[in-house]
């Protein structure tokens, strides 16, 4: 009896080109406490298993005084984690307990507020620095935004030089280009407004800059109070961020922030990566995960809530939204490309404008139609069946509409007061919360430029991080608009940005979030 042959033993698949060149690598990172940061935690825990080790600073707070307590109760307890758990939770308490680091510090302090033993020792340790702390808060105060999102890097830099030139990656923003018209590329661009000064290495010096914007700020601080001081810190930074070609103090001081990079790495490995508008993930780590209210986020809740039934914009416009999960991806390709390339600066747009252009009309009608056919399915994104459409009408118009509504409502309810009606009119109410959405979102509503991101596609195919098999997509192209606004992220902020309460903050039992060893740092 002829006995068949054994069936060959299959042969384990080669480690790609990610794997190898972040195999063995330490990694800092810092926001992971944010909505993207969770995103690429997870996905370096679940693809890249044979990491080195991956640093996390955490500024404690009143509630979880140590950046592991906080990690515990504000990271690890997010649901964005739920895959790995339901693979095996052992599995993932292992790879905390070997090899995730909590470090307690504060980013916008001098050396993180760490003692300068500790600051060297983590210096040497690292191979990769991950910058992606920042505050996002379109109409943050000048002083706040200005120390997290520019004078912050000091210390990103001072890390860098202690290692010996360790490699930085920088999460910036598509909207660093500010009032920029037209194909905006992956390159360092000049403000809209402003005409600053270079060196001789074509670089601006931004220092001037900066010491006339705190000038500004202590001279606020002298005159003004409490309330009255953050209301004016907030107009200082409105007014500065336009005058010189930006719509927001979050996007003029990320710009800075570039900008003092470049400077201060100048030879030096850099890599830049800017998202677009960032939104609920495509597929990873499950489809449509979300934290919180993005920007376009306020304004569909909004009309959800039958709050806003017109808003400024151009339905022919292109609406840059990417989800989380191809940002996370690109960053996580930048920085392998980092442990390999020829020290360079380099900039990466995770956009979808150029590849495949989601026009704020189609954004419109995807969500009045999902509304209008399923809104008994999303009971927390809904309250009450919409009934009225949601209008995109241009700017000019908006104004006029807007003035002449309030100011007739006005004049109503001023009337009623005085028969003792004291309470404003809902109508009112809506229509100057519809005001305040306009003037925080109605230029990334009204879109004059496309973002391009013909780089990142490129480092895509370098690393073989193309097509069905790729483990890192980066390629906007694979996204199915209507599919993605409808099934996926209009599901999504009704089950995780809506959801009525977080799960518990947990510790687990075998504690297995390492500190670093003692002595190595000290409490912010």
Not at 134 to 163: K, P, Q, W
Not at 404 to 419: G, Q
Request: charged residues 20%; contains cysteine.
């Amino acid at each position: 009896m002829t006995t068949a042959p054994a069936s060959p033993t299959p042969c384990p698949t080669p480690p790609s080109a990610v794997e190898r060149s972040l195999a063995g690598k330490n990694l800092l990172i810092t926001g992971t406490t944010g909505f993207l940061g969770k995103v690429v935690l997870e996905k370096l825990i679940r693809d890249l298993p044979q990491i080195g080790g991956i640093y996390l600073l955490i500024r404690g707070n009143r509630h979880y005084p140590t950046a592991r307590e906080r990690f515990i109760a504000e990271v690890m307890s997010s649901s964005v984690f739920g895959t790995l758990r339901q693979q095996s939770r052992a599995a993932l308490e292992r790879f905390l307990h070997d090899k995730v680091h909590c470090l307690t510090g504060e980013v916008t302090e001098p050396r993180f507020g760490l003692n300068p033993q500790a600051f060297q020792q983590l210096a040497d340790q690292l191979d990769l620095i991950v910058h992606s702390a920042a505050s996002v808060n379109f109409r943050e105060r000048m002083d706040v935004a200005l120390s997290i999102n520019t004078l912050c890097l000091h210390n990103i830099v001072a890390l860098s030089e202690a290692g010996g030139a360790i490699p930085v990656l920088q999460v910036s923003t598509c909207y660093v280009n500010g009032f920029q018209r037209g194909a905006i590329h992956e390159a360092f661009n000049a403000p809209a407004r402003e005409d600053l000064p270079k060196d001789e290495n074509g670089l601006y010096d931004i220092a001037p800059l900066v010491a006339e914007l705190q000038d500004k700020i202590t001279a606020l601080a002298s005159d003004f109070k409490g309330r009255s001081l953050a209301e004016q810190l907030v107009l200082l930074g409105e007014r500065e961020s336009r005058r010189r070609g930006w719509n927001d103090t979050y996007t003029f001081t990320k710009w800075l922030g570039e900008q003092y990079l470049r400077k201060a790495l100048h030879g030096k490995a850099l890599t830049i990566v800017r998202p677009a508008i960032i939104e609920s993930t495509l597929k990873e780590p499950t489809p449509g995960w979300i934290e919180g209210v993005k920007v376009a986020d306020a304004v569909l809740l909004a009309y959800a809530r039958q709050k806003v039934v017109f808003f400024p914009g151009k339905r022919s416009g292109v609406i840059d939204v990417i989800p989380a999960d191809l940002v996370a991806n690109a960053v996580i390709l930048a920085g392998a490309e980092l442990m390999t390339a020829p020290v360079s600066h380099r900039i990466y747009q995770a956009c979808s404008g150029a590849r495949n252009p989601l026009l704020l009309g189609d954004f419109v009608d995807y969500l009045m139609l999902e509304a209008q056919e399923n809104h008994l399915t999303y009971e927390k994104l809904f309250e009450v069946e919409p009934r009225k459409p949601f209008k995109v009408i241009n700017r000019r118009l908006f104004d006029i509409s807007l003035f002449v509504l309030c100011r007739t409502l006005s004049t109503r309810d001023k009337t009623l007061k005085l028969m003792g009606r004291n309470q404003p009119s809902r109508l009112l109410r809506n229509l100057n919360a519809m005001n305040r959405l306009a003037e925080i979102f109605a230029f990334y509503a009204t879109p004059n430029y496309v973002f391009h991101s013909d780089q990142l596609q490129a480092l895509g195919q370098r690393l073989q991080e193309t097509g069905a098999e790729a483990h890192f997509p980066v390629d906007a192209a694979i996204i199915n608009w209507e599919h993605y606004i409808r099934k996926v992220h209009i599901a999504g902020l009704n089950s995780y940005a809506l959801t009525d309460s977080k799960p518990a903050p947990r510790k687990p039992s075998s504690d297995p979030v390492q500190e670093p060893a003692k002595g190595s740092q000290q409490a912010a």
